[in-house]
């Protein structure tokens, strides 16, 4: 992880900002499945469906 203020590794000493989060493993592998899901919905050239457009307008807010 890296402070883009200060240029510091890890924990930045300057600003005190903590660069991990915690979270439960159980909820760590569902976005892990999730990672993985879309790698291969990616792989697979999701890109080119029809609907892409559609679920990026929703992703980003409807913008």
Excluded: P
């Excluded at 493993?25 to 559609?54: M, Q, T, V």
């Amino acid at each position: 992880m890296y402070c883009d203020e200060h240029g510091t590794q890890d924990t930045c000493y300057e600003c005190m900002t903590f660069n991990y989060v915690f979270i439960e493993r159980k909820e760590f592998e569902e976005i892990h499945e999730k990672i993985r899901w879309l790698e291969c919905l990616e792989s697979a050239g999701i890109d080119n469906w029809s609907g892409f457009e559609i679920a990026q307008e929703l992703f980003s807010g409807g913008k």
